[in-house]
């Protein structure tokens, strides 16, 4: 157990070098440089942007800019191109943002897929298992933004409540209780609508586990006890068909980053996707590799915990 | 103490049924072992979930008969009684060992729950009984054995298990299907001979389903031939094996191997096993069979009955001597 935790720790701070080296080149591979972001820009002139690319060592050989991007990272002195605040806190600052949508997002997709697909699976074939599947396969291709804006829509003409960016401006002088309304109001719908591709994959995902784990020889043992049909299906199958969850449920952690850009930038929201898109867009390397950098450290840990919770659960893995 | 009758379970395929079982009667008495026997595919495993009342329906459908148990009809019982009777009363065995046990608990808590379902005993005593369950059935150390999963066991060790869990609460009739078919030979010889210890010991009516005639001359004491869903010979063990009437069951006893007949080639049955979506007209034997007469192959005879219990559904006389059929 020990010795496949060390191992493990050592696997994944190796595979955090090389994605720390391999994005690093794919950023500055890819086309564009900072010091041509607004060629136009009156005050970009030659002597500007030549004292610009000295200060950011732009002007050294790749490695050593590598060495001094990482340098900086690890001793929190990396500063944002644009505005030179630094990064970490630049980020940390989206990530507060962004922390509520993920949390209300990844709750709502969590505790709703596993009771429609385990339903789905349990009455197969039945009227809500179809309505079930017809809706799924709706939200799975409606595209995203199409779906926001007919939710907004929605919402803004039969409530007659702003859902766009955080919170909405001028309300200072109102009560805690509206203000903490009109908070919940803003989250609420972008929330919603990260949560429904995801509640239509997850849930046909656990109906389609929930039906194989069904015809295993030993819910048939389970039957043959003399079990009731919910000790069947909620002990002995749903034991069984959680297993592969677990793994999913430690990649929730990357979602932070990436599975907002859409959204935020939809509803105008300042969290981190939005940040991210917008870094690259100006070509604000150290935004753009230290998000990357985050997000590779969230993928490892998630694949880590998994692991873990892996062993916890399914007797057959133990090491 | 159990007796079927006329029992018919179908199965939607496309385009049709598929007869899987098609009118099968066969009584079993209290403390007695009765043997189906057939080739795969012939309904065996469909009647025995069927009597459990786990048949998988849909695709399955009863489509007729009855089933008394103890005076009750169990294909009328709720579903709630049903619950009493499976485990308590009736138990089985299942053919897959290796997949029958749930990964995820340990067998411990597999025998356990066995009990906790019918009868209420504290948890102490329940550690007890399950221990003695698994020493019942010849496991080895038990009380480790009882905190293993049961992907730490070998497959004849699973079957033990399941034997346990299906004896633990004594119940009056076990159903065995086919228990040592996914085993090696040397375990399937330790099986069967628990079988027939744990059958002596407790007196409990015993269902023991193979398709291997061989396993059946050391238990049985009722034979049931079945063949396409239906029963074509029965009666005491000792009547099928010395005077074979119908001639599958010959043809049954022609493939086993023996020690006289080592050497020789052995004796297989030509043809294969009806569809049961397409079962032959007439009786379902007659493409396979060597005494088919014309009329075989249109009209289905009754059951003769040759004295004794013993009755097979084919009228041919068969001359030991001669080795041939006539009528
Ligand atoms: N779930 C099912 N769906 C459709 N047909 C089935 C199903 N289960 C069984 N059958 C059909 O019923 C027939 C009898 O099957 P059964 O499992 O009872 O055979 P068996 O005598 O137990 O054979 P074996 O020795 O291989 O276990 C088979 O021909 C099979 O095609
Ligand atoms: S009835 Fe005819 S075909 Fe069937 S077993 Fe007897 S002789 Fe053969
Ligand atoms: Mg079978």
Known sequence: ?319 | MLSVKDLKVYFQVDGGFSRAVDGVSFEIQDGETVCLVGESGCGKSVSALTIMGILPQPPGKIIGGTIFFKGQDLLLMKEEEMQKVRGNHIAMVFQEPMTSLNPVFTIGDQIEEAIRIHERIDEAEMRKRSIQALKDVGMPSPEQRINDYPHQLSGGQRQRVMIAMALACNPDLVIADEPTTALDVTVQAQILNLFKDLQQKRRMSLLYITHDLGVVAKIADQIYVMYAGIILEKGAARDIFYNPCHPYTRALLASLPSRSKRGSKLYSIPGSVPDPAHTPKGCPFHPRCSFALESCTSQFPGMSDWGNGHFSRCPVIYDKEAGKGGN
């Open chain 1, 1 to 319: 157990m020990l010795s496949f935790i060390g191992r493990s720790v050592i696997q994944k701070i190796v595979t955090l070098f090389f994605v720390s080296i391999v994005s690093f080149l794919i950023i500055h591979m890819a086309p564009g440089k900072p010091s041509q972001v607004d060629p136009l820009n009156p005050k970009f002139t030659p002597e500007m942007v030549e004292r610009f690319r000295k200060e950011f060592h732009l002007d050294k050989p790749l490695y050593t800019q590598y060495f001094y991007f990482y340098h900086d990272l690890f001793t929190g002195k990396t500063v944002s191109w644009k505005d030179n605040q630094p990064v970490l806190a630049k980020i940390f600052e989206r990530f507060l943002n962004s922390l509520p949508l993920f949390i209300v997002g990844t709750i709502l997709t969590w505790t709703l897929s596993f009771p429609v697909g385990i339903r789905s699976a349990l009455h197969r074939g039945g009227l809500y298992d179809r309505s079930a599947t017809f809706f799924s396969y709706l939200f799975i291709s409606i595209p995203g933004f199409f779906f926001a804006y007919i939710l907004i829509i929605f919402v803004v003409n039969s409530f007659h409540v702003p859902v766009i960016g955080m919170e909405t401006f001028g309300l200072e002088s109102l009560s805690w209780q509206r203000m903490f309304m009109d908070r919940i109001w803003h989250l609420l719908i972008p929330s919603i609508l990260g949560a429904t591709g995801g509640i239509a994959v997850l849930s046909r995902y656990v109906r389609s586990q929930m039906l194989e784990v069904e015809g295993q020889d030993y819910v048939r043992t389970a039957k043959a006890k003399g079990l009731t049909a919910e000790q069947v299906h909620y002990k002995h199958a749903l034991r069984n068909a959680l297993l592969p969850f677990v793994t999913m449920f430690g990649l929730i952690l990357p979602g932070l980053i990436g599975g907002s850009v859409i959204i935020e930038s939809i509803f105008s929201w300042p969290g981190m996707g939005r940040m991210a898109y917008e870094a690259i867009l100006a070509r604000d390397y150290p935004i753009i590799l230290t998000v990357n950098f985050i997000s590779a450290v969230l993928v490892l840990g998630g694949t880590f915990v998994s692991d873990l919770l892996y062993m916890v659960v399914d007797p057959r893995i133990r090491l």
